[in-house]
Protein backbone atom coordinates (compact mmCIF):
# COMPACT_ATOMS: atom_id res chain seq x y z
CA UNK A 1 0.00 0.00 0.00
CA UNK A 2 2.95 2.58 0.93
CA UNK A 3 0.55 5.43 0.77
CA UNK A 4 1.51 8.41 2.92
CA UNK A 5 -1.14 9.69 4.87
CA UNK A 6 -1.38 12.61 7.46
CA UNK A 7 -3.87 14.04 9.88
CA UNK A 8 -3.72 17.31 11.60
CA UNK A 9 -5.29 19.47 13.56
CA UNK A 10 -5.35 22.88 12.11
CA UNK A 11 -7.91 26.25 11.67
CA UNK A 12 -9.22 26.39 7.81
CA UNK A 13 -6.90 29.59 7.43
CA UNK A 14 -4.02 27.06 8.23
CA UNK A 15 -5.24 24.32 6.08
CA UNK A 16 -5.77 26.84 2.83
CA UNK A 17 -2.53 28.83 3.81
CA UNK A 18 -0.35 25.59 3.46
CA UNK A 19 -2.83 24.54 -0.17
CA UNK A 20 -1.81 28.02 -1.73
CA UNK A 21 2.20 27.21 -0.68
CA UNK A 22 2.31 23.84 -2.40
CA UNK A 23 0.09 25.31 -5.11
CA UNK A 24 2.82 28.18 -5.53
CA UNK A 25 6.01 25.63 -5.06
CA UNK A 26 4.27 23.49 -8.05
CA UNK A 27 3.56 26.73 -10.28
CA UNK A 28 7.68 27.21 -10.03
CA UNK A 29 8.20 24.00 -10.71
CA UNK A 30 9.14 22.45 -7.11
CA UNK A 31 7.05 19.04 -7.31
CA UNK A 32 6.74 17.03 -3.93
CA UNK A 33 8.73 13.99 -4.04
CA UNK A 34 5.56 12.05 -3.28
CA UNK A 35 2.37 12.97 -2.51
CA UNK A 36 0.83 13.26 0.86
CA UNK A 37 -2.75 12.65 1.14
CA UNK A 38 -4.18 14.59 4.29
CA UNK A 39 -7.38 14.86 6.39
CA UNK A 40 -7.72 18.17 8.68
CA UNK A 41 -9.57 18.81 11.91
CA UNK A 42 -10.44 22.02 12.62
CA UNK A 43 -10.07 21.29 16.32
CA UNK A 44 -9.17 18.21 18.61
CA UNK A 45 -12.92 17.99 19.47
CA UNK A 46 -14.11 17.46 16.12
CA UNK A 47 -11.09 14.75 15.69
CA UNK A 48 -12.34 12.95 19.08
CA UNK A 49 -16.14 13.22 17.55
CA UNK A 50 -14.71 11.28 14.51
CA UNK A 51 -12.30 8.90 15.78
CA UNK A 52 -13.33 7.63 18.60
CA UNK A 53 -11.27 4.75 20.14
CA UNK A 54 -13.76 2.18 18.83
CA UNK A 55 -13.68 3.47 15.27
CA UNK A 56 -9.61 3.79 15.44
CA UNK A 57 -10.17 -0.10 16.18
CA UNK A 58 -12.37 -0.40 13.41
CA UNK A 59 -10.08 1.49 11.24
CA UNK A 60 -6.97 -1.11 12.24
CA UNK A 61 -9.07 -4.46 11.48
CA UNK A 62 -10.05 -3.15 8.49
CA UNK A 63 -6.62 -2.73 7.30
CA UNK A 64 -5.60 -6.16 8.55
CA UNK A 65 -8.64 -7.73 7.03
CA UNK A 66 -8.54 -5.45 3.51
CA UNK A 67 -11.34 -4.46 1.31
CA UNK A 68 -14.23 -6.25 2.60
CA UNK A 69 -18.44 -5.30 2.73
CA UNK A 70 -20.07 -3.79 5.47
CA UNK A 71 -21.65 -7.00 6.80
CA UNK A 72 -18.11 -9.01 5.94
CA UNK A 73 -16.21 -6.27 8.75
CA UNK A 74 -19.70 -6.37 10.91
CA UNK A 75 -19.38 -10.14 11.39
CA UNK A 76 -15.36 -9.62 11.86
CA UNK A 77 -15.94 -7.35 14.68
CA UNK A 78 -18.49 -9.40 16.57
CA UNK A 79 -20.77 -6.04 16.45
CA UNK A 80 -24.15 -4.72 14.91
CA UNK A 81 -24.34 -3.93 11.14
CA UNK A 82 -25.99 -0.93 11.90
CA UNK A 83 -23.15 0.42 14.19
CA UNK A 84 -20.76 -0.81 11.79
CA UNK A 85 -22.37 0.86 8.84
CA UNK A 86 -22.65 3.93 11.04
CA UNK A 87 -18.63 4.46 12.19
CA UNK A 88 -17.84 3.45 8.33
CA UNK A 89 -19.86 6.15 7.21
CA UNK A 90 -18.61 8.66 9.31
CA UNK A 91 -14.84 7.54 8.75
CA UNK A 92 -15.85 7.69 4.92
CA UNK A 93 -16.91 11.04 5.69
CA UNK A 94 -14.37 12.01 7.25
CA UNK A 95 -11.51 10.96 4.12
CA UNK A 96 -10.15 7.72 6.83
CA UNK A 97 -11.53 5.24 4.63
CA UNK A 98 -12.29 4.52 1.15
CA UNK A 99 -14.82 2.84 -0.82
CA UNK A 100 -13.41 0.57 -4.18
CA UNK A 101 -14.97 0.68 -7.19
CA UNK A 102 -16.79 -2.71 -6.09
CA UNK A 103 -18.61 -1.24 -3.14
CA UNK A 104 -16.26 -2.80 -0.40
CA UNK A 105 -14.51 -0.46 1.79
CA UNK A 106 -10.80 -0.13 2.73
CA UNK A 107 -7.40 1.43 4.74
CA UNK A 108 -5.21 1.46 1.67
CA UNK A 109 -2.47 3.11 3.76
CA UNK A 110 -0.28 1.42 7.14
CA UNK A 111 -0.42 4.35 9.08
CA UNK A 112 -1.63 7.74 9.33
CA UNK A 113 0.67 10.59 10.93
CA UNK A 114 -1.19 12.85 13.32
CA UNK A 115 -0.31 16.58 13.53
CA UNK A 116 -1.74 18.97 16.16
CA UNK A 117 -0.03 22.71 16.11
CA UNK A 118 0.15 24.24 19.51
CA UNK A 119 0.54 27.97 18.76
Not at 88 to 104: H, I, M, R
Request: include cysteine.
Amino acid sequence: MNRDFKVKIESEEAFFADLISQAKKIDQGIMPEKPVERVSFPDMETFYRFCTPKRLQLLQELHKVGCVSINALAKHLHRHYKNVFSDVKTLETAGLVEKTETGKYCVPWDEFTATVRLA
